[in-house]
């Protein structure tokens, strides 16, 4: 006889390397918590650091603080925190805002230097050469910027120093020709992306001059083109839990000439992203899903380091600048990742999202994955071993290669039975008009949770648990 399901997730649990990370989350006996997908769990060392924050850091140290207690530097430091965690080396991250707002500076800019109109602003070059340009053709060839690490020179014609140039006095948004001659007006997006991405790339499109096109994310490799300036695409689907493929779908795009920017909202600290290794060009991300960092916790912004000379944000705010505290009416782009900050970081989110991060210690992040496998693999084994057939449809692929760390089920009255799950103490989320999603966080999510969401979803379908 095959062993119990109940029995086999006690085995695993016991098994399990990741199983005493668990403890570093404040939740509770009775709740199977499978909605870190949408909100990650309370780190238990976040309230203590809150405390501190704004008591002392605020109470008593007051404006101090944006130096002794390292408020100003914060959105870079813990830029670096999350950094390993999305294959990144220091440097490259800052963080802030949320992810609409950083899909809004990523995709402009991603546009701007696919046009050669990012200019020569920015890391090594002095104030003569800070300059905008406008109008076409005057960037660095596409292709030496995309992939192949060139280093950006200056750019011909069009140029206006930075004391003189108005902000935002780029040509925009007649469609500019790239420095390789081509009509980079496109901007390629996810179709079946979460929504804010869509409706922000369309936007920024309509301010570069450009056309959007919504394909599905696995046809990119094969959409993007001439005229593509950039693609948008999500790592891994919010819907249906789909893990796209990073390095192909990267290559694909630098070999067209174009840029690629990632949403890794729903793989950040989840599997490993890779972003140096496989040349991703921008990527953005929120830190309230596998981050752990808390409701509405700031967004991070990813541009790797070649581009950064050539990073022209669409909200140059002061806290970009080189020296913010000159109050130079000029803009003068900081170094480095800071110039995708913008205004006052939120430093009691950055700082709770900063504690947050402490239970990675000692995690590596392909541990992560094999549990995030592991456990969704068996949580679909007791879902077919319960469930009688044809009442839920996993929409979820089953190869590894292609899944994130969640299981979507198509579901006949997905809404009503997600409720009676909660009714039950089995939290997941529901998204119309069919979903039942249930999210597996390795740090503390156990194979009993996975066993215990199945059977109770049996239950709940066939009517066996005689109610609430
Ligand atoms: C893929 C993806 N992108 C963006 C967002 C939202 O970003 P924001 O934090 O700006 O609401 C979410 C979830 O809310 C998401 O799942
Ligand atoms: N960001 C959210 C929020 O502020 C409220 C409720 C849910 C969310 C989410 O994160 C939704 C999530 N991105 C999703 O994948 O559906």
């Keep these: 006889m095959s062993e119990p399901m109940a029995a086999r997730a006690a085995r695993l649990d016991a098994a399990d390397e990741l199983a005493e990370v668990r403890d570093r989350f404040d939740l509770d006996d009775g709740v199977t918590y499978l ?9 238990r060392g976040v309230p203590a650091r809150m405390a501190d924050v704004i008591g002392r850091e605020w109470g008593r140290l007051r404006i101090r603080s944006w130096e002794e207690s390292g408020w100003w530097t914060a959105p870079e430091r813990i830029g670096d925190r999350i950094a390993p965690l999305i294959g990144s080396a220091p440097g490259q991250v800052v963080v802030g805002d949320s992810t609409s707002v950083n899909v809004f500076k990523a995709v402009v800019a991603a546009v ?12 090594g070059m002095g104030e003569a050469a800070r300059t905008w340009t406008s109008g076409a053709g005057v960037g660095p060839a596409a292709g030496a910027i995309v992939g192949l690490g060139a280093p950006p020179g200056p750019t011909a014609g069009g140029s206006r120093g930075a004391a003189s140039a108005p902000v935002g006095a780029q040509a925009e948004p007649s469609p500019a020709r790239a420095g390789d001659g081509a009509l980079r007006d496109e901007v390629l997006v996810d179709a079946s992306t979460f929504p804010t991405d869509g409706y922000i790339a369309e936007s920024a499109a309509r301010l570069t001059g450009c056309r959007i096109r919504a394909v599905e994310a696995a046809d990119v490799p094969d959409a993007v083109g001439p005229r593509t300036a950039v693609a948008l695409v999500n790592h891994v689907d919010y819907r249906t839990g789909r893990l796209h493929d990073l390095p192909g779908t990267t290559a694909a795009v630098h070999a067209a000439g174009a840029l690629a920017v990632w949403d890794l909202c729903h793989s950040a600290g989840a599997l490993p992203v890779g972003l140096d290794e496989h040349g991703a060009d921008l990527a953005v991300g929120c830190t309230y899903k596998y981050l752990n960092g808390g409701p509405g916790s700031p967004a991070y912004l990813y541009v790797r380091r070649e581009l950064q000379p050539l990073f022209d944000s669409p909200l140059p705010g002061w806290n970009s600048h080189a020296d913010p505290f000159g109050m130079s009416p000029a803009y003068t782009p900081a170094d480095g990742a800071s110039r995708g900050r913008v205004g006052t970081p939120d430093i009691l989110s950055l700082l709770a999202l900063e504690a947050a991060l402490d239970v990675w210690e000692g995690v590596p992040i392909e541990a992560v994955r094999a549990k995030s496998l592991a456990l969704t693999d068996f949580f679909l084994e007791c879902v077919g071993s319960y469930v009688p057939p044809g009442r839920v449809e996993s929409i979820t692929p089953v190869p590894h290669g292609e899944r994130g760390s969640q299981v979507a089920l198509r579901c006949a009255g997905a809404g009503e039975v997600m409720r009676a799950l ?3 103490g089995v939290v997941g989320d529901y998204r119309r008009p069919d979903v039942l999603r249930f999210g597996f966080t390795p740090l503390y ?10 059977r109770v979803l049996a239950e709940v379908l066939t009517g066996t648990d005689g109610g609430a």
């Design 422 to 424: 909660a009714e039950r």
């Design 445 to 454: 999510t156990s194979y009993a949770d996975a066993e215990h969401a199945a």
């Design 35 to 43: 909605d870190g997908n949408s909100l990650g769990a309370l780190p």
């Design 112 to 123: 701007r230097i696919a046009q050669g109109r990012a200019g020569t602003v920015g890391a």
